[in-house]
């Protein structure tokens, strides 16, 4: 390894290490005969009061600090190259969450509260936890105008009279109606929910049942089993549901094979599913085979009613389990419910609010839960059906609030039609870019599929904190009373009484005169609804309320909003503007602990990200790393897997690179210390010097490109190694001697001075977006920021003629001849001399560096770190031919470079220097 003036104050390690204890250490073994303390003051150190470490309480004093003058990565990146951004924060403020939260703490006495004192209660609730959230993310450094007028929030009055305004145009349109339909509905939320509101547990536990279900209408293909009985044999998991039979449905283009038992009762089942069927249910002969088309006109005797229903044909039916045939309860799933609409089977839901049988299923049935003891039951009442029953593993789907299993049952609710939608907002999606690149295409399939299987959207929940569905109802009918005349009526409404008026106000005064003169009726004729809107329509109506132009730059959300407000958001677009309302989206992961596990209290896994920033109580045990380490550990892990770990080992590794950041910044400021010169210095250039520029230039427009595509993890990988390798370990390192021993005056050091400079502008911009904090930092300690002026109210463009391949060309080729050099030294390489023989393309090429055969102070001197370099030309060879022999006279006990004249004396550069000095 090369040392000179590099090795006196350690190599990289130590390289930002201002003791000048090393440097007389080094004199004094260079030279008995010299006292180095005379040329100490001679040495231009780097001189910065930018401190190399900040932790504990002064990291969390200096965040604050720093927050006055901070503004976040996608922000601050296009912010940083003169872009002009607008960024509202929002929140959603409305839903049952919120509500939940707020009457956790009440219990029983919240079963009396009425709908008003719900909504105040959830009101309080969420307008305390805006107000420490902004604090947090102000904390973060996040940029925003986060006073209330620059935010928005889906319960504030503007907000939802918006929304009751695209209500009622979707109404208009035809693209919202009233229906009867199964929804996901959650018993213990009492409430519809949307696919995005739902988490499936792979543990859940079913009883599922086998059951035989006799034909008592045999297909023409199996008339000759005329007067024996034959079953259908269907497999499900919620036995609950064969209450509402009403089909069973086959795969049309599946081999069925009717097999005989024991007791010459035929059952009919998928032929490659009858090895498992056979494990169950005992030996089954094969008799019969046909096809799913073959069962057309067949029919079967319902377990419960002992009705005759028929046998129809369902896309959705697959072998991949079960017997190959599906029973269909048209009230309890949304594919049996499409297979209804298409045989026009009755919709059937006998099951109430609370997840019970209602009177309407039997009186042994009433009342019981159909998860727990009304499957049970069902299994008793049909014994006679049921060939087998066992204990199913498998996923379910789980209230993702209240963490309980949750049912599909058909209800009367409010339902986008998405079908006619789903085509435009298809087509819509070939515009929109999807970040990160990495995984644009799985993420892009991901939103494509998902609208494609979307049937409808339910838009209604059974709860009071969350935006009206602006309809009234006739009492007696259920019919559907609403306008845009009345709806603008309710509007005004709110905005003079506020938002409670919904609830508050009696129905005379809902409904307005004019109302009740065209209907013709009653106040007491009418009611209002009881449903609110589901706050993804809340959310996903955004767009309409914050974009002037109705259409974003970009979304960023986590990887679960391709169900939920992407989606949302496209959907209610394309219905009221034709367009989807972003230009682009990216989607992060999310955070997970060391071994994949979900983050939660329950499992007492969760890292709390302000812990991380300020630190525990037992600052030793829980170190407060600051802002800056999280939204490092954010840029480097967030975007590139949907699984993101956050473990203290991580985090510490965020941190050490942070640090390894600010050591590199101190050494750059402190290399930029004003000494006092007389004289301009107009400053001369090495290749050393222009090709840094080169690499700056093009790291410049790496980043740039990198931050366009939102790769940041990349951002930071090219940015620790462009900083730690081409910065610190190649440029500083070789400019140490120019930097440190020239003379103030010298053109030579003023270049290099002016390249770090340059470094420091284009690292410090382009870490900003991710490290605001350890940037404005930077900035402050700046010697030309004497006003204390932001980072991000200057501006810094690159010159093209920065960029020069032929100097790039030139450094490269000699940089590979340095390798090789330090792999055959063995001892401080400035102690060394060398004649290098190279091939006439390789001569051509580094004499760029040396433009004599033999010199002590050429640019090729300083970058290879030798004291001497003779340089041959000769053909026939391919490689660097490398000779080295160690000097003859000792190294200058002042720079530790040149060689001594004589003993005691100083290199001929050293001496002028402490001449003039002297004088």
Known sequence: ???????????????????????????????????????????????????????????????????????????????????????????????????????????????????????????????????????????????????????????????????????????????????????????????????????????????????RLLLDVLPPALESLKGHPVYALTWTTTPWTLVANEAIAFAEDVKYCVAEDSEMNFYIVAENLLNKIQEKIGILKPSITITGTELRGGRYLQPITGLSSPFVPGSHVTTAKGTGLVHIAPGHGMDDFLIGLANKLPVLSLVDENGCYTADAGPDLVGLNVLNEGGKAILNKIQSNVVHTENYQHSYPYDWRTKEPVIVKASKQWFINTSALKQQALDSLQNVSVYPVCNSASSTNSLTQQVKMRPYWCISRQRVWGTPIPVLYYRDTGDIITNRDWNERLCHLMQKYGLDCWWELPIEKLAGKKLLRELGVDASELERGQDILDIWFDSGISWSTVLPDGKADLYLEGIDQFTGWFQS????????????????????????????????????????????????????????????????????????????????????????????LRLIFRFLLGALHPYPCDTPIEPEYHYLDKYLLHQLYHYDKRIETLYSNYEYHNACRVIIHFVANT??????????????????????????????????????????????H??????????????????????????????????????????????AITKLATINTWELAATITLNPAQYSIVTALQKDESSTTSQLCELFQLSAITLIAKDGIEDAVIDLKPIEKSLCARCYRYPEPQPGKLCARCDDIISHLST
């Open 1 to 211: 390894m090369s040392a000179g003036l590099g090795v006196i104050l350690g190599q990289t390690k130590n390289l930002f290490s201002y003791n000048t204890k090393s440097l007389l250490l080094r004199y004094v073994q260079t030279s008995e005969n010299v006292n180095p303390k005379k040329y100490t003051a001679s040495i231009l150190l780097p001189q910065t009061k930018f401190p190399s470490r900040i932790s504990g309480k002064k990291r969390v004093d200096m965040d604050k600090y720093l927050l006055e003058i901070l503004k976040d990565i996608t922000i601050r990146s296009k912010i940083i190259r003169g872009q002009r951004v607008h960024f509202i924060p929002g929140w959603d403020c409305h839903g049952l969450p919120i509500e939940m939260k707020a009457l956790i703490s009440l219990k029983e006495s919240a079963m009396n509260l009425t709908s008003v004192e719900i909504r105040q209660k959830a009101q309080k609730y969420a307008n305390e936890a805006i107000s420490q959230q902004r604090d947090v993310f102000m904390s973060w450094g996040i940029m925003a105008d986060w006073k209330e007028s620059g935010c928005y929030f889906t319960h504030h009055t503007s907000y939802v009279i918006n929304q009751l305004r695209q209500f009622i145009t979707l109404y208009e349109k035809g693209l919202v109606n009233r229906d009867f339909k199964p929804v996901y509905w959650s018993p213990s939320s009492r409430t519809a929910l949307a696919e995005s509101e739902l988490e499936y547990n792979e543990q859940h536990v079913s009883k599922s049942a086998t059951i």
């Open 569 to 660: 958001s496209l959907l209610t677009s394309i219905a009221l503007q034709g367009a989807a309302p972003y230009k682009s989206l990216f989607a992060h992961g999310f955070a997970v602990d060391d071994k994949g596990h979900k983050m939660s209290k329950s499992l007492g896994n969760v890292i709390d990200p302000e812990e991380v920033t300020r630190g525990g109580e037992d600052l030793k045990k829980k170190p407060a790393y600051g802002v800056d380490t999280l939204r490092w550990w954010v840029a480097s892990h967030g975007t590139q897997h949907t699984l993101v770990p956050v473990t203290e080992k991580l985090l510490k590794g965020s941190a050490e690179s942070v640090q390894k």
């Open 727 to 772: 910065v610190s370990a190649l440029y500083c390192h070789l400019i140490k001697d120019r930097l440190y021993c020239n003379s103030i005056n010298s053109s030579h050091r003023a270049g290099a001075v002016d390249v770090i400079s340059e470094i420091l502008a284009v690292l410090t911009r382009s870490l900003a977006p991710i490290l605001p």
């Open 774 to 819: 350890l940037a404005e930092e930077v900035w402050l300690h700046h010697p030309d920021n004497l006003a204390s002026v932001p980072l991000f109210h200057s501006a810094h463009n690159l010159p093209k003629d920065w960029d020069q391949p032929s100097v790039a060309k030139v450094i490269e080729n000699a940089l590979d001849i340095k390798a």
